[in-house]
């Protein structure tokens, strides 16, 4: 069993004399299978108090970089701070950069001023994918400033990791369901998006139109795009979508903005059959209590929070390796499976 540790560390680890340690790493035989265990216990206990050496007393100051609407940024905000307490010893400190829409010369500028002026010890960073910003997370790189992407990825550029979920299984979830609860019944399906240019929503949306389109080859899917998931913009781009298509029966609700699009609805006296959407926001809470939600596909923000920390915590050294993340579980949740710490 490789370690870096003297034989006599890990007998006084063990409480096990140095000669019945040097048996065991040696393979010298003559000791029972428990002692054998308990040798091997303690060199895992010391890896983890080896750790807890590295980053006691050491703090992160970690860049909280979005463009998303606001009831997700907080989300966000809450989810990281809720998870603050179990990184310790090591300080955790954020600074928070949020918008909800914009240029994206405005999020390339937030970039380069978190390299340019240093202090940050990682970026974590949900932002479209488009080159500018790729080239962007190269210049943090190059300057030793590991990026994070959450829930939507930059796979072309320099980041360190992605957290979230698998974005086309979370789409191909939202057909199965819808399929399964619009059954034989007619009806067309509206799916909104705030921008095209997030590589998770344009995930979703592959996802979600590849496995309807196999399930159910007769529906048509009716898009809308361009809101930014604001209830304001949203509202007048569904109306329009609704005057124009007297067919549609079912939201998939990619990019948010679900209280709108229900108000939409309402104001034209339609009705829907099936509403799927995404997180579960303070929003989208309320929605799904009130039953005016059929389900909400879910990823504990927590503890992909966490992870994008210890993510960059390990790029730092403070933290072994443990391989690449994998996606977050997506849970559906319905009215009555709600998680008890739900806004």
Known sequence: MSHPYPIREIARQAGLSVATVDRVLN?????????????????KDLDRQRTQVRIGGRTFMIDIVMQAPERFSLAVRAALEAELPALRPAVM???FHFRETGP??????TLDRVA????SQGVVLKAPDVPEITAAVGRLAAVGIPVVTLVTDLPGSARRSYVGIDNRAAGATAAYLLGQWLGDRPGNVLTTISRGFFRGEEE???GFRSALRNAHPGRTLVEVTDSDGLDATQRELVLRALRQDPEIRAVYSIGGGNTATIHAFEELGRAYEVFIAHDLDHDNTRLLRERRLSA????????DMRRACQIIMRAHGALPDDGPALPSPIQVVTPYNMPPDAA
């Open 27 to 43: 393979n010298r035989g003559g000791v029972r299978e428990s002692t054998t265990r308990e040798v091997h216990q303690a060199i």
């Open 93 to 95: 400190r954020s600074r």
């Open 104 to 109: 994206v010369e405005e999020l390339i500028a």
């Open 116 to 119: 340019e002026r240093g202090g």
């Open 204 to 206: 979703r949306e592959m």
């Open 296 to 303: 909400v596909l879910h990823h504990d923000l927590r503890q």
